[in-house]
């Protein structure tokens, strides 16, 4: 039986997202038996990109709709997916995705007044990264933010901001500018005035703009003695949020 059998909602993306994975299985077990490549510009490399492509859609409905952790299928869709995805990775990937999409859409229907609100930064961005601490740190600040905790949000959004820009700074080679004389790396607000005056970095005008701008919203919340966040103090840092980190994760070449 089909994944659409399976799901009381055969339209909904969550039942889309399994028949996606599905198909790429079987796609991979074909192109197996015929002995052809599935990176190869041939008939199931083809098929495989297009799930891809399907699979990227169907997930961005899904996250909007559900609420709670998505990273976790996010990493999935990673796994199943991709060309190079040996045979048993695949075969569990898929087996976890099933269950992850189910379990995640059944909370999602559980919870339908609140559906949506995780959606603080994409988690298939950070997915994309391959790094499972950053992964980790993302489903964190998007669960802090689907739970209404704005300040654990805002403070784990510091956190990922400083950790990618570590990130960028060391795969530029210039890791040395970051470091005190005891050899650690600088605190963020250290950080920040560093990446805005980086010339090999040539941050955007927005990315610019919004650093300074999380670095507050961060600060405030971790160390603010009597600062509460509002719920407009998240949606205004949203999207600098997004402007900034996927700009930072291009120059650490993790996208």
């Not at 909602?9 to 969550?14: F, G, K, N, R, Y």
């Not at 160390?223 to 600098?240: C, M, N, S, T, Y």
């Amino acid at each position: 039986m089909t994944a659409r059998g399976r799901s009381n909602d055969p339209h909904s993306p969550a039942s889309l997202l399994e028949e996606l994975a599905k198909q790429a299985l079987d796609t991979a077990k074909t192109a197996r038996r015929h002995r052809r490549s599935l990176s190869g510009d041939n008939f199931y490399g083809n098929k495989l990109a297009n799930l891809r492509l399907d699979a990227a859609s169907a997930f961005g409905e899904f996250s909007e709709q559900s609420t709670g952790d998505t990273t976790a299928v996010a990493e999935l869709i990673e796994t199943v997916f991709p060309s190079s995805t040996p045979k048993d990775d695949l075969l569990r990937a898929f087996r976890e995705l099933s269950f992850s999409v189910r379990k995640t859409w059944r909370k999602a229907s559980a919870s339908s007044a609140t559906a949506g609100t995780d959606s603080f930064f994409p988690a298939t961005i950070l997915a994309q990264a391959r790094r499972g601490y950053i992964s980790a740190i993302g489903r964190q600040m998007n669960g802090c933010c689907a739970s209404g905790w704005r300040d654990a949000c805002a403070v784990m959004m510091r956190r990922l901001l400083e950790i990618v820009l570590i990130e960028a700074f060391e795969h530029k080679g210039v890791a040395n500018k970051i470091k005190d004389p005891n050899d650690n790396y600088v605190q963020l607000s250290q950080l920040v005035g560093f990446a805005l005056a980086e010339p090999s970095f040539a941050l955007s005008r927005n990315a610019k703009q919004a650093l300074p701008k999380l670095r507050d919203a961060g600060h405030l919340s971790a160390h603010g003695r009597h600062f509460l966040a509002a719920p407009e103090d998240i949606d205004r840092v949203q999207k600098d949020c997004r402007v900034v980190l996927e700009e930072l994760l291009h120059l650490a070449e993790l996208l």
